[in-house]
């Protein structure tokens, strides 16, 4: 997207901090919370000097978002109208002189970690976060922390088990979660499976989480990584509890973590389902992303899979923000991830390549790879 979202009037609240004193202004944006929002107006301030302020957000589609105008000496503001269901992780970008900071918005209390650290959120008009998602005294699964001995990479991987607080008379169900360390920081994979797993809209079911030593060869269809992800799932039938039938069976993952999970299956066999978040199914390097080189061994997955499209699995749940620059690429691999037969549901939604918008997929994505139907109606809570 190139267009800009067009400005709109301040809220009246902008006048009220401009006439404030320097310290009655930060009181009164720490009471307010930023970015102002009054009906579908978003306000975002910036108190202090600055010579240019911007809002940085993260997301190859959005549009732009434009320069923060000075309201008075100390106080800069621009006042849009966000998309509505929208959700989007930014940063505050101000330069004064020669000296440049990018930094979350100090007042904003909604914040996403990653990796790399922390971001502000903004919402637009509409945006209703699950309630699933938030801790609650739903009964807690425990973790366990083993080793497996792996032959498929020549040295033992360590591997988290998450067991459901609910007894079985039976196997369990397993899914596979790549990225795992990453999706409990991150995502609160813990609180949300022992919410759905609760609220009855996903069954009991064995997690096994693992995390790459060296994630982009391991995760782009690295035959290490497969054999692998079959070594944990011998596993966690003899050690676990854990059904053998492989249509009781998911892989989650996420970006890249997409790809090994679709390699996993499409290698060693079909499984019940795949929830593939975001998958980094590129098809040529360079263009607006600027993809590198780094990027071929996952090329070549998709050509390879493109020319012998075993069926990976029953049920396939894809989803991709509608904001990201992988949008394109997934909406092409739709229609060859159906050719193989497969129930195939793909979402976008109105966000980035974000945790918490993979967060927000779970309960779906999950429903549908563990064929427990689509997840019904639950409380939800906004922002506010």
Known sequence: MTTTLPK?????????????????????????????QVG???????AGEADRVKVQHFMSNFPKIPLFEEVVPGLHAVTIELPEDSRFEYKL???????????PDPFNRHRATDPHGANSVAFGPGYIEPAWVRPRRAPEGTLVRSTVDSEAYGYPCAVNWYHPATDSDGP????????????????GLLDVLDNLIAERVIPPVVVALVDPIDRMPEYSDDPRQAGFVAEIVREAIAHHGVDDDPANRAYLGASLGAVAALSAAWRHGGVGGLVLLSGSFVTALGGPNKRGLHFLPTIDFVQRFENDPRRPAERIYQACGLYEGLAPDNRKFTPLLASTDAAVTYEEHRDGHHWHNWRNRLARGLSVALGSGDPPPSVTWTHD
Do not use: C, N, W
């Open 8 to 36: 709109s009037e301040p809220p009246p609240v902008v006048a009220e901090l401009a006439r404030a004193s320097v310290d009655e202004r930060l009181r009164l944006l720490g009471e307010y919370e930023t970015p102002l």
């Open 40 to 46: 579908k107006i978003t306000t975002f301030l910036h």
């Open 93 to 103: 970008a101000v330069k004064l002189g020669d000296q440049s900071m990018l930094s």
């Open 172 to 187: 369990l169900p397993l899914l596979v979660v790549h990225d795992g360390s990453d999706f409990v920081r991150h995502a």
